[in-house]
């Protein structure tokens, strides 16, 4: 085998393994990507990859995301963290080169690794599902093992796309064969109602009705447009209906909400200042007597009430939780009517006990009206994942009015926002003081709006640029990428990272933009 024929083999095995291995192992997507650099500097023909560049610049131009960085040590004072923030983001620089000045990949060798990609994210969902059935893992978000959930719901977003395409254009899968897809595609929605992950279900819905659109659109065929067409309406207002029937169903009471006198035992209900919260429409903080509580939970469960529960929790608000959940009072009495499920349901940290009857996505949505509805009446957003945004984006805000121009620095984001929480005195608790959760919002705290602007147009301008050739892998994922960028910093981990730099490059510079992607 001649030496090239050696490199190209090698590179194309660090793009099947790093594709496969992105959804169940950093170290292992690391080192194939590591193994695909070495073999491009030992490659040679430095020439004819200079020459790439210089007929492709947007490489360059995307590669200036990374160079903001390393311009903005010059504003930096914490060294350590940004040198941790340059070796995370390093595939941002690495992966457009390496990959933009390789060789240009066949259709039918990038619809292998696209496969391979399909393939780990397919056996992570399994690996995931398998431990649901099992019971293993706190919460939902263990069972994402080797990445993130928020992460891995991008991936299997991707993944039903690449499918669809796949099936519509009979590549890998042939009429006998499409019911393998569909069943891969029901496993990959099922394992993200699993993991609950909210921005994986926004960029599937928002993703598909800007795909529908685009293919009522383009299409020739005045039926198939029509149905496109008609689908990009349905889908949206399906969503909205079902996030209506929750908000109703929040607020809908099981119980009478009538605060009484006594209990069934003749002891006056305690005196307790509401805030208004409720579950399942029953307020919380309405007739509680916690003497009975206390003697009548002794008797049911080994764990005292001023005690936590498994999740950490205070049991004694997780049990107020749960019976107002079913429209008890909270006294002896409701204590009786708690069913031997329900005090273990209690004791493993179930504040609901609709968290136990349904599963998946409708807890979570339902999880986050409740967020908003408590951050609305209390101003209490501490561990609550989605109203502990709107505080991050807050400060956010507040840094950026601060460093409008220069920035804070690449490693200094973290240290302002540190500051920022303790000088203005804010009722987030030490462990949640994060940074913003978007993306565009970190770019412009962390090196001012000159920053912002280059890095708005080296994510946006090779896109655009490219656009004319019609490739749907990279509009799909484009998509996908940016519109996760608006909820999280999808940049900010080695898995986001690595994500975003391997896809924006193999689906933007490994094709012939004169020619659209096609099984040929």
């Known amino acids: 085998m001649k030496r090239q024929q050696v490199h190209t083999a090698i590179y194309h095995i660090g793009l099947l393994l790093m594709a496969f291995f992105m959804p169940l ?14 073999n491009w500097v030992l490659e040679g023909k430095y020439k004819q990859k200079l020459n790439r560049i210089r007929d492709n610049w947007s490489i360059l131009v995307f590669c200036l995301i990374y160079i903001v960085h390393l311009v903005w040590l010059a504003n930096t004072s914490n060294f350590a963290y940004a040198a941790s923030d340059l070796r995370v983001k390093l595939p941002l620089l690495i992966l457009p080169i390496v990959i933009g000045t390789s060789d240009l990949l066949l259709t039918k060798r990038l619809n292998q690794i ?17 431990a649901s059935l ?12 080797f990445v993130s959930n928020i992460r891995l719901s991008l991936m299997a977003c991707l993944s039903i796309f690449i499918i669809l395409y796949f099936v519509d254009k009979g590549i890998f899968f042939k009429r006998w064969t499409i019911v393998v897809a569909v069943l891969v595609i029901l ?8 993991i609950q992950s909210i921005t994986g279900y926004v960029c599937l819905f928002a993703t598909l009705i800007i795909v529908l659109i685009s ?3 383009k299409t020739k065929r005045k039926l198939y447009s029509r149905i496109c067409l008609s689908l990009a309406i349905v889908v949206p207002l399906v969503v909205i209906g079902l996030l209506a029937f929750c908000i109703h169903d929040f607020y809908k009471p099981t ?15 305690d005196e307790v200042f509401s805030d208004g919260t409720i579950e399942n429409g029953n307020v919380v903080w309405m007739n509680v007597s916690k003497q009975e509580l206390e003697q009548s939970w002794k008797e049911r469960s080994g764990i005292p009430l001023d005690s936590l529960d498994n999740r950490g929790q205070h049991i004694y608000y997780t049990l107020l939780r749960y019976m107002t959940s079913i429209g008890l009072t909270k006294d002896a009495e409701g204590v009786a009517r708690l069913s031997q499920a329900d005090i273990k349901n209690i004791e493993s940290g179930e504040t609901n006990y609709r968290f136990v009857k349904n599963g998946g996505l409708l807890n979570r949505i339902y999880v986050i009206i409740w967020e908003f509805d408590v951050y609305r009446k209390t101003g209490d957003c501490n561990g609550h994942s989605v109203t502990q945004r709107v505080e991050f984006l807050k400060y956010g805000l507040k840094l950026i009015g601060r460093n409008f ?8 984001v ?36 000159f920053g912002l602007l280059i890095c708005v147009f080296a994510w946006f301008y090779p896109a655009i640029a490219g656009w004319k050739s019609r490739n749907y892998y990279f509009m799909i994922f484009f998509l996908i990428a940016t519109i996760s960028m608006f909820s999280d910093d999808t940049l900010e981990t080695s898995t986001g990272a690595v994500f975003v730099a391997f896809f924006y490059s193999l689906l933007r510079w490994t094709t012939d933009e004169k020619r659209e992607i096609n099984e040929g």
Not at 25 to 36: K, L, P
Not at 255 to 269: I, W
Not at 405 to 412: E, L
Request: hydrophobic share 50%.
């Open 25 to 38: 192992s950093i170290f292992m997507t690391n080192a194939s990507m590591i193994m695909i650099a070495v």
């Open 114 to 130: 696209l496969l391979a990609f399909v393939g780990g994210v397919f056996v992570s969902a399994c690996i995931g599902i398998s």
């Open 134 to 145: 099992l019971g293993f893992g706190d919460n939902f978000r263990d069972l994402a093992l």
């Open 187 to 194: 496993q990959m929605l099922v394992f993200m109602w699993l």
């Open 215 to 217: 293919v009522s659109i």
């Open 255 to 269: 119980g009478e909400n009538v605060q009484l006198e006594k209990t069934a035992r003749g002891v006056p209900y």
């Open 405 to 412: 121009f220069a920035g804070t620095g690449v490693g200094d």
């Open 414 to 449: 973290n240290d302002e926002y540190q500051a920022i929480y303790e000088e203005e005195g804010s009722s987030l608790m030490r462990d949640y003081w994060h940074r913003a959760h978007n993306q565009f919002v970190t770019f412009f705290i962390a090196f001012g709006i």
